[in-house]
């Protein structure tokens, strides 16, 4: 059972187009990171958001984490091929350590 | 400057056969997490130690499922009687401070050992 969900599940764009990835749960979290995972390796930190209505940019990446903190969204611009990968949103619980992953973005850009 | 690593990449198993995983996470590390991931979904935590002590053992889907960490530093998740559902990858992550992403504590993940149970 996974607290976090993603949309869309699977994405397929031109090189050049703009998409946005969201991250909904009706749960509050500390703080809520965005990973990329390519084939074979394990997810890779893109950013950590922590404050309710933050907005962080990361070259052509902007990440916002929700007022309520129950939710986040990803918005690339001018999307390349590079970008290709599996996208993960994960909470960080209020109450431990523990981190809970998204159910995954699976995003392909055609170059 | 070696990332966390797993052993073995591939693993191969017949159904009732155990098996164990290792992961070397990142020197100095004193957090670490085992995850368990389905094809094309996000990972699902299994277990968190702190140093040697296993804190959170509360994603561990059965009593089949054991992680250890006795010296603080390497650890092993061992699966007994292995099952057609236990295929899946097993990610390993160690966690430590890194400025530029938030503030926040990384973790940091190996390649994962994907696990077949014919």
């Known amino acids: ?111 | 400057g070696a990332g966390v690593s797993q052993s073995p990449r591939y693993k191969v198993a017949k159904r009732g056969q155990d098996v164990a995983l290792r992961c070397d996470p990142i020197s100095g590390h004193v957090s670490l997490f085992w995850y368990q991931q389905a094809l094309g979904q996000g990972p699902e935590f299994l277990t968190y130690f702190q140093n040697e002590a296993q804190l959170d053992k509360s994603g561990l889907p059965s009593d089949r499922f054991f992680a250890e960490r006795p010296e603080g530093s390497v650890s092993t998740l061992k699966i007994q009687r292995t099952q057609q559902e236990d295929s899946a990858v097993y990610l390993c992550a160690s966690r430590g401070f890194r400025q530029g992403t938030g503030g926040d504590y990384e973790q940091y993940f190996g390649p994962g050992t994907r696990l077949t149970v014919t």
């Open chain 1, 1 to 111: 059972t996974q607290l976090l969900e993603q949309s869309p599940q699977f994405l397929s764009i031109q090189e050049g187009e703009n998409l946005t990835v969201y991250c909904n749960s009706s749960s509050v979290f500390s703080s809520l990171q965005w990973y990329r995972q390519e084939p074979g390796e394990g997810p890779v930190l893109l950013v950590t958001v922590v404050t309710g209505g933050e907005v962080k940019k990361l070259k052509r990446l902007t990440f916002q984490f929700g007022d309520a903190r129950k939710d986040s969204s990803l918005h690339i611009t001018a999307a390349q091929p590079g970008d290709t990968g599996l996208y993960l949103c994960a909470g960080k619980s209020n109450t431990g350590n523990q981190f809970y992953f998204g159910t995954g973005t699976s995003l392909t850009v055609i170059p």
